[in-house]
């Protein structure tokens, strides 16, 4: 028998989230084949079986948080067909790294900031509280250091109890009433410990597992909304003359296989405007005290999928032509949604562009792709009256742009200006000609 453990598949990842078992106990499974899909805050990868024989036990049940070396199968190595009787499927059970409020021990996980702050600090991860979910994180490491830096509180002198005496029971006998009652001493309130919030669900409503790609997506919201701090600058941007270059070079792009859309002039837009204004395209990094500008132009396309919402990233944006852009775009759209984007489809960006196309509304205020320190929504283009330079009203198309940013780290002149530069290219699509595509 083997004991199949969860394999390291990633740099930096310290759990995975079973998605899916190909394979059941008693049935067979080849070397090299796809045995369990685990997701990570990475992607969703197939992990093979190392060997080739019989799954004789699951020990972790679809939707289980499992950390890396943990068992979570029995294989029988070289099985040469199915147990006449074969076991049946481990009863659900919980997460194997749940321990509310709990204390870590043994194996620590812990995230890559949360380790690094710890060294800075000198304090041993053993012993910290961990989150619901069993892991250590960065906040936990910084209440720690804060604690550690406190002063003891000082000693304070418990003063002795005062006795009351009770008043004779004769006395109140002799003026023929009762005796009063002495008043009980004050208790002190106690905090009211409330079990976590579970909802009821009525006969005819349905249940969604709340797992996969929708925890994935509630986590990365949840962890960039509580660290990053957003606020939100907008512009109404003319694109008369995009909307115009764009019917014309339409069907150049289709001999070409593309279907051009606006999305990849967004882009070269927004690579101009990041090489100007670089705060924007960069990291910060709290562990070891630095922001990281990027001199890379990866930009992420947001996606919907069947599974949720999915970021694909256009790797070296700055080094690919409009048509080249926008072939890519479409390849990683197709990828996302059939569920077959690669690790490297989806890692790596350092700016995010949100759009809804026809459907993206009059605003919105995205929210960062952490990380990164900046997030641009792009809304739909309407038909509307628009002045001229001389004053006349004539039709024209008008878009507008939010884009959403990190105060931490991009101040509200850098984060305005840097949105001017993206509508100076998207107004006047001329200038990417002069500026080499």
Not at 68 to 85: D, H, M, N, T, W
Not at 273 to 291: C, F, Q, S, T
Not at 322 to 340: P, S
Not at 378 to 405: F, Q, Y
């Amino acid at each position: 028998m083997l004991e199949f453990k969860l394999p390291e598949i990633g740099e930096g990842v310290v759990e995975g989230e079973i998605v899916r078992w190909h394979k059941q106990p008693g049935e067979p499974v080849q070397a090299n084949e796809a045995l369990v899909e685990v997701m990570t805050d990475k992607a969703t990868i197939e992990v093979p079986s190392p060997v080739a024989g019989v799954v004789r036990e699951l020990k972790a049940q679809v939707g289980d948080i499992c950390a890396v070396e943990q068992v979570i199968a029995i294989l029988e190595v070289g099985g040469a067909r199915p147990a006449a009787s074969p076991a049946a499927p481990a009863a659900p059970s919980a997460p194997p790294l749940a321990a509310p409020s709990g204390m870590s021990n043994g194996t620590v996980l812990a995230t890559p900031a949360a380790r690094a702050l710890a060294r800075e600090e000198g304090i041993d991860l053993r012993g910290l509280p961990t989150d619901d979910r069993g892991r250590i994180t960065k906040g936990d490491v910084l209440k720690a250091a804060e604690a550690a830096k406190l002063p003891p509180a000082p000693s304070v002198p418990v003063p002795p109890p005062i006795v009351v005496p009770a008043a004779p029971p004769v006395a109140a006998a002799a003026v023929g009433k009762p005796a009063a009652p002495v008043p009980a001493a004050p208790v002190a309130s106690m905090p009211v410990v409330r079990p976590p919030h579970t909802a009821e669900a009525a006969v005819d409503d349905e249940v969604v597992p709340f797992r996969g790609m929708r925890r994935r997506i509630a986590e990365a919201m949840t962890r960039s909304y509580t660290s990053a701090v957003h606020y939100t600058y907008v512009e109404q941007v003319n694109v008369t003359k995009l909307v115009r270059l764009r019917q014309e070079a339409k069907a150049a792009a289709a001999e070409q296989g593309v279907s051009l859309t606006f999305l990849p002039f967004i882009v070269k837009a927004v690579v101009h405007a990041l090489k100007k204004y670089p705060i924007v395209n960069a990291e910060l990094d709290e562990a070891g005290g630095r922001i990281l500008l990027k001199k890379r132009y990866n930009i992420g396309v947001a996606a919907a999928t069947d599974q949720g919402l999915m970021v694909p990233v256009v790797h070296g944006a700055d080094k690919l032509s409009i048509l080249e852009i926008g072939r890519e775009i479409a390849r990683l759209g197709e990828a996302a949604k059939a569920g077959t984007a690669r690790r490297e489809d989806l890692t790596g960006g350092t700016f995010t562009i949100s759009s809804l196309g026809n459907i993206g509304g009059v605003l919105a205020t995205p929210i960062i792709n952490f990380p990164e320190v900046g997030i641009l929504g792009v809304h739909a283009i309407r038909k509307v009256p628009i002045v001229d330079e001389r004053d006349n009203i004539v039709v024209g198309h008008l878009m507008n742009l939010s884009v959403s940013l990190d105060h931490r780290v991009v101040d509200g002149f850098e984060g305005a200006n840097f949105l001017q530069e993206v509508r100076r290219f998207l107004e006047d699509p001329n200038l990417l000609l002069l500026a080499g595509i």
